[in-house]
C-alpha cells in the first residue's frame, strides 16, 4: 500500500466523529493516518478523549486571536508543522476564509447531519423535522468557502420516524455519520474518489450502497 495520508481532524465538542474516524484509522489496511487532532476550544471534551488515546492534540484558541486570519495562520503553521495532507473537519464550528479553504482545496472534508443540499447550518434537524421529511441523513463534502457547500463524497439515509424529536432524530443519524465519515475518508484518502473540475470522480470498483425506503416497502 502506498504511504498513508496524513489526516488532521479539527474539532468544537464532543468529537464523537473523531472517535470514528481515529477508531478506523487503527485498522493496518486504512489509508489515512490520524497524525493531529486540534480544537479551537481548548475545553472541548474530545480533545480530552484525544489526549489520553494518544494522538497528538494541539488547542487552539480562536479567542485568543484577533481576526479570523490570525487564527488560520496559527492552525496553518500546526498542520504545515504536523506534514499534514488532508484535513477532516469533524463539528469543527468555525467558519473558514476563502484564503483557507482555497489552499485546503480538495483536500478537506466536513460531516454534516443532513441530505445536503438541505438543511445547511444550524438546528438542521430542526429543520427537517419543520418541513416533514421521510428521509433524513448525512453528507461528507469536500469543503468550500459557503458553509455546508461543496462536491459530494457520500451520504447515508436514515428513516424520519412518527415521534421523532430533534433529538432522537440526531441520535438516529449520528449513528449513520459513525459509519458514513469512515468509509468517506477511506476513499479520498485512497484516491478511490477524488474532485475534477469541482465534480466527484469515483473509481468503478467502489461499491454502491443499498437503497432505503421510509416508510419500509
Ligand atoms: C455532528 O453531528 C456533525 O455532523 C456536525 O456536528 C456534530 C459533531 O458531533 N458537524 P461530534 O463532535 O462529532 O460528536
Not at 54 to 76: C, K, P, V, Y
Not at 103 to 109: G, P, Q, V
Not at 114 to 128: D, I, N, R, V, Y
Amino acid at each position: 500500500m502506498n504511504a498513508k495520508k496524513r489526516t488532521a481532524i479539527l474539532i468544537s465538542g464532543r468529537g464523537s466523529n473523531m472517535q470514528a474516524l481515529a477508531a478506523a484509522a487503527r485498522s493496518a489496511d486504512f489509508p489515512a493516518e490520524i497524525v493531529l487532532v486540534v480544537s479551537n476550544r481548548p475545553d472541548a471534551a474530545g480533545l480530552e478523549w484525544a489526549t489520553a488515546n494518544g494522538l497528538a492534540t494541539l488547542a487552539i484558541d480562536h479567542m485568543a486571536h484577533a481576526t479570523r486570519a490570525a487564527f488560520e495562520s496559527t492552525l496553518q503553521d500546526a498542520l504545515d508543522a504536523a506534514n499534514v495532507e488532508l484535513v477532516a473537519l469533524a463539528g469543527f464550528m468555525r467558519l473558514m476564509t476563502p484564503a483557507f479553504v482555497r489552499h485546503w482545496r480538495d483536500r478537506m472534508i466536513n460531516i454534516h447531519p443532513s441530505l445536503l443540499p438541505s438543511f445547511k447550518g444550524l438546528h438542521t434537524h430542526e429543520q427537517a423535522l419543520a418541513a416533514g421529511v421521510r428521509i433524513a441523513g448525512c453528507t461528507v463534502h469536500f469543503v468550500r468557502a459557503e458553509m455546508d457547500t461543496g462536491p459530494i463524497i457520500a451520504q447515508a439515509a436514515v428513516p424520519v420516524l412518527s415521534g421523532d424529536t430533534p433529538a432522537t432524530l440526531a441520535a438516529r443519524v449520528l449513528e449513520a455519520e459513525h459509519t458514513l465519515y469512515p468509509a468517506a475518508l477511506r476513499l479520498v484518502a485512497s484516491g478511490q474518489v477524488r474532485c475534477q473540475d469541482d465534480k466527484i470522480v469515483m473509481s468503478e470498483d467502489v461499491k454502491t450502497i443499498s437503497s432505503l425506503y421510509s416508510p419500509a416497502i
